[in-house]
């Protein structure tokens, strides 16, 4: 090495970041080990560097049992330059390229939870490629809008849900999905919300269909919808358009949990809210022709809303409350009247539980009670059984039963 060396050395220092320090350590590592493969090597030796000027020595020790150095000299071998220029070229190449692999993981690290911009480079059945312009972003199969159609070339948001850290250099795996998606695009368009003034209290999402997003202010001064909506719609607008169509309903934060469910199921109107704290359900009460805008397109309004608020929402209408309440509609207990092997009618209840026999549930025939009414408590005589049994029945009828007959 020379001082040209070192000067190039000083340019990749502020050019790449890396110190030299950095670098000439590698170097010495480096060049130790090429001087250790070489024949009548010592087994135990340095390598030094001068910052200045950039000469190399060698410098092989004799150590004693304790591990002391008991002799050094110098065992810089004659061709070393030739080898240290080879090796300080492979070294500093691949010095740059961890560097850089490191300052591109660093710059990503901890952004779990950002949001970034890229262009869509590559996709295919398993992932999509976005160029973040240093590194690349990963977006899988399982962080994709079905519906949403990723062309080469174009511009896209997502939200990073992980930075892991490999050989090749950072790997960022990217959402499109996730809640947090909606989170940041309304904090890039709502200044309120990064100034604390607005304040995201909950969110539900199905991608691709609906998201639902509560909100609070922290200054009565400051409508938090109106503030997320913007001025005729302009940033929900902005919101909706980087999501491709998907339907936000924004809606004031309570603390008030029968008032929260209500305005989680806008844009249905509810009529009132009951709240069963000790199964954690929302008992909601809709006008009849509000009930299917309530529970929504295969029931998605009323599911989102349960997510959002955390209750367990059951939407009743007006008239299936008045009929519970009437007692019209009381269902009972299915199954079936079965005879059992006994010849015996009994019922069979659906569940698949014990039979239970008519006399038990209290159906016996109005014969049959009258019968045993009328029957005394002891126990009737068993009628004679003739010894012989005709083993055929005559099959002509006597002449005295045909004249009587007659």
């Not at 939407?315 to 509609?329: C, M, N, P, Y």
């Not at 045993?372 to 002891?378: C, F, I, L, R, Y």
Request: overall charge negative; some cysteine; proline content about 6%.
């Amino acid at each position: 090495m020379n001082s040209e060396m070192m000067e190039a050395l000083e340019n990749i220092e502020r050019e790449k970041g890396i110190s030299i320090e950095i670098m000439l350590e590698a170097l010495a590592n480096a060049l130790l080990t090429a001087y250790k493969r070489m024949p009548d090597a010592a087994e135990e030796a340095l390598v030094e560097i001068d910052m200045e000027t950039g000469a190399i020595k060698v410098i092989a020790q004799e150590l004693d049992e304790e591990g002391n150095v008991t002799r050094e000299w110098d065992d810089t071998p004659d061709d070393f330059g030739r080898i240290a220029a080879q090796t300080a070229k492979q070294v500093i190449f691949q010095r740059i390229r961890e560097a850089e692999r490191e300052m591109k993981y660093e710059e990503y690290a901890g952004r779990e939870g950002d949001i970034v911009t890229g262009i869509i480079q590559q996709t295919d059945a398993r992932y999509t490629l976005l160029d973040l312009g240093k590194v690349e972003a990963l977006l899988p199969q399982a962080e994709q809008v079905q519906n949403e159609h990723y062309d080469h070339g174009s511009r896209l948001k997502a939200y990073i849900v992980e930075v892991r850290k490999t050989a090749k250099g950072p790997q960022i795996v990217v959402s499109r999905t996730h809640p947090g998606l909606v989170k940041r695009l309304f904090e890039l368009e709502v200044p309120e919300i990064v100034d604390n003034v607005v304040e995201l209290k909950a969110i539900a999402r199905e991608p691709g269909h609906r998201t639902k997003l509560a909100v609070a202010s922290n200054d009565p001064n400051v409508d938090p919808v109106g503030a997320c909506v913007g001025a005729r719609g302009s940033r929900v607008r902005m919101v909706v358009n980087e999501l491709r169509g998907e339907k936000v309903d924004i809606v004031p934060y309570s603390d008030d949990p029968s008032e929260f469910v209500m305005k989680a199921l806008a844009p249905a109107r509810v009529r009132e809210v009951r709240i069963h704290p000790d199964t954690g359900t929302a008992e909601v009460i809709v006008p009849d022709f509000q009930l299917s805008l309530a529970i929504g397109k295969e029931g998605q309004n009323a599911r989102l809303a349960a997510r959002l608020t955390g209750w367990r929402v059951d939407i009743k209408s007006e008239t299936q409350l008045a009929d519970e309440e009437s007692g019209v509609g009381v269902e009972y207990a299915e199954g079936e009247w079965v005879t059992n092997e006994t010849g015996e009618l009994v019922w069979q209840p659906a569940e698949g539980g014990e039979t239970i026999s008519a006399a038990e549930a209290g159906y016996a025939a109005p014969e049959t009670a009258a019968a045993a009414a009328d029957t005394p408590e002891t126990p009737a005589a068993e009628p004679e059984v003739p010894s012989e049994v005709p083993s055929e029945v005559p099959s002509e009828v006597p002449s005295e039963v045909e004249a009587t007959n007659g």
